[in-house]
């Protein structure tokens, strides 16, 4: 059974940091593109990025681009979401997923997901 645990969220100030980290158990993780996202408060869930299985290739999207970073230690099964420079609008759930390698680096089809870790950004 796949299970992707989240963790590292909490408050941070406008202009901080956070690093969250996912966690991934029963699924060969090196052969898997993961994924981050998030959802505000009442909004819909919303692609943050992405990273190849090997983590030679991310993508993000435009809010986060040169502010947050993605990348993954495939020995530790884990992938971490480097947040900089946060704003307000960065407040919400933040959940990691899960797709197999042959997949397209995108915000598309994945098949496994956490259940995320909160973050919230005072302004």
């Known amino acids: 059974q796949v299970h992707l645990v989240e963790s590292g969220g909490g408050l941070a100030q406008a202009g901080g940091s956070l690093r969250l980290s996912c966690a991934a158990s029963?699924?060969?993780?090196?052969?898997?593109?993961m994924g981050w996202f998030r959802q505000a408060p009442g909004k819909e869930r919303e692609f943050v990025g992405v990273i190849s299985w090997s983590g030679s290739s991310t993508s993000y999207t435009d809010s986060v681009k040169g502010r947050f970073t993605i990348s993954r230690d495939n020995a530790k099964n884990t992938v971490y979401l480097q947040m900089n420079n946060l704003k307000a609008e960065d407040t919400g759930d933040y959940y990691c997923?899960?797709?197999?390698?042959?997949?397209?680096?995108?915000?598309?089809?994945?098949?496994?997901w956490g259940k995320g870790t909160q973050v919230t950004v005072a302004s």
């Open positions: 997923a899960a797709k197999p390698s042959y997949s397209s680096l995108s915000r598309y089809d994945y098949n496994y």
């Open positions: 029963g699924l060969t993780f090196s052969s898997y593109i």
